[in-house]
């Protein structure tokens, strides 16, 4: 009996020491490869670090699943709108032309869009599921131009790492990965249907993240800022939705 | 078999503080220390499991199947209970306050301490050919009137004896072998088929499932299931003695009166 509880204990001891310096430079090799997402505190950092580290690893390149146009759902469900402030109204008013997409922060030339100009790009078109946290899911053709070819004409610092983008709806912004940025089916998107994407859906401009949960595809984005360091945004959590107790990464 | 049953009995005299009372029980070795860690890791990521999807289903307690369904789409069924999204039409004129933050992130974790716990446990269980010897059932384990008394011996609140509680019956090893292979694996899959980012790496884990809507239905019904299985279990063990058997399954050794 005590020969095989000092075996035990010795092994036991062993594996806890093997456990805890594996750990130690799993972290070390997770912050190195950016496998550790900005919400990486408090209770629930183990999950959200674990997930968006297998995620990274596994699905940096990989394509949201896209669908022939007879499958799209035939009434997109627009989600609950915040009131629209009066700012909107007014750009609304003008058909949006005085609407403005600025873009700053680690690029070489920092420059303003109009939705005009965004449109004079490469139009890209996905036919993908937006599917909402709460359950819902719908497919739909997406229309716009590649995040990654707005940041390639501005000139993006290699050592970025985060382009977080602001919606003109009060205190709502967000942020993703240069995987993410710069992913094919990453979209400032102004389309949708064939048509232009209706104000219910986020018009003007939509950022369209098919890989990522809804609340990531933020509305009538205004702002970009290209960044390496997350922590002078808010409260440093990536998004304001992190600090509402939802992850800032919403691969699942 | 030396673990389970018929090892040598350790002398009563060694543990005089668990029996007071009962001088002819004996302490048998009954759970293998594997089992009883990721017995309770599991029991504990469950009930998170089980609290947290149950709040991420208030925000949208309809059900569909296929690809997409929302408020706007037919659903396939509707749980009669309100809502914490005003939106969703219940019948029910409040709305609950959302708590889908801490709720998905606690879900997320608990999945992943969940199956870890699981892999160390089908590992081990395979190494120390637990399942073979103490989950597959027998071919005479298997006829269908012993099988049918099985069922009937707890309908009828019949406590087990000595020699029935210190294993299990066919009834209740095909049970166990189901959760473990067939319902647990089945609620992993149709939870990672409704990972956007998952779904992208492989698209035929949605699909065999029916899509999207269908991954979420079925993750529904399979937890419904676990559910029902968590319930049975806890009556199995109350019958058969909480505290006994609860003792078992955290000091490894069950009381037993030698027969």
């Known amino acids: ?67 022939p146009r007879s499958r799209i759902s035939p009434r997109p469900f627009p989600n609950e709108l915040a009131p629209l402030t009066e700012d909107f109204k007014r750009l609304q008013a003008g058909g949006f032309a005085d609407w ?8 070489y030339q920092p420059a303003s869009f109009s939705i005009a100009d965004l449109k004079s790009y490469p ?29 390639q004409l501005v000139g993006v610092h290699p050592e970025a790492r985060y382009v977080v983008y602001v919606s003109m709806e009060p205190d709502t912004w967000d942020s993703i990965d240069m995987a993410d940025a710069l992913h094919p089916q990453t979209f400032l998107c102004y389309g949708m249907n064939g048509s232009e994407l209706p ?39 990536g998004c304001v939705d992190a600090e509402y107790g939802y992850a800032w990464y919403a691969g699942i | 078999m030396a673990t389970f049953g018929s090892a040598p009995l350790p002398p009563e005299a060694a543990h005089p503080s668990h029996l007071s009372t009962a001088s002819i029980a004996k302490l048998v070795p009954r759970h293998s220390a594997v089992v009883r860690v990721t017995h309770w890791i599991t029991a504990l990521c469950f009930f ?123 009834l209740q090893r095909l049970t166990y072998l189901l959760v ?22 492989f698209p035929w884990s949605v699909s065999l499932l029916g899509g999207r809507q269908s991954a979420r239905t079925i993750h529904f019904f399979v937890s419904v299931a676990l559910g029902l299985f968590l319930l049975v279990h806890v009556f199995m063990v109350s019958l058969a003695g909480f505290s006994t058997r609860t003792r078992a399954m955290i000091t490894g050794r069950a009381a037993t009166h030698k027969g």
């Open chain 2, 180 to 201: 473990i292979f067939v319902l647990f694996p089945l609620v992993i899959w149709s939870g990672l088929a409704m990972s956007l980012a998952f779904a992208s790496v």
């Open chain 1, 100 to 107: 403005r997409l600025s873009i700053d922060g680690m690029v």
């Open chain 1, 123 to 151: 139009s890209r078109s996905q036919i993908t599921e937006i599917a909402c946290e709460e359950g819902w899911s719908y497919i739909a053709e997406w229309i716009g131009v590649p995040l990654s070819h707005v940041l």
């Open chain 2, 48 to 170: 998170a499991l089980l609290v947290t999807g149950t709040e991420i289903l208030l925000s949208h307690p309809r059900f569909y199947w296929g690809e997409t369904g929302t408020v706007l789409t037919t659903p396939l069924f509707q749980l009669p209970i309100p809502s914490s999204r005003r939106l969703v039409p219940t019948g029910y004129n409040y709305v609950l306050p959302d708590q889908n933050g801490w709720s998905r992130a606690l879900h997320f974790q608990a999945a992943w301490i969940a199956v870890l716990t699981g892999l160390l446990y089908a590992i081990s269980g395979l190494l120390t050919k637990h399942f073979r010897k103490d989950l597959v059932p027998s071919k005479a384990d298997l006829s269908w009137r012993v099988l049918w008394n099985s069922f009937l011996k707890p309908v009828r609140f019949r406590r087990p004896n000595a020699a029935e509680a210190s294993s299990y019956n066919g």
């Open chain 1, 199 to 237: 104000v219910a859906h986020g018009g003007p401009i939509r950022m369209r993240l098919p890989r990522q949960i809804g609340y990531k595809n933020k509305k009538f984005i205004t702002h970009l800022t290209v960044t390496n360091n997350l922590n002078r945004f808010g409260k440093g959590l």
């Open chain 1, 1 to 67: 009996m005590i020969d095989i509880s000092r075996r035990k204990l010795i092994v036991s001891g062993l594996a806890a020491t093997a456990g805890a310096s594996g750990l130690a430079g799993a972290a070390r090799l997770a912050r190195k490869y950016g496998l550790v997402p900005p919400d990486h505190g408090g209770i629930y950092g183990l999950g959200e670090t674990l997930t968006y580290a297998s995620q990274r690893l596994l699905m940096r390149h990989s394509l949201a699943r896209e669908f």
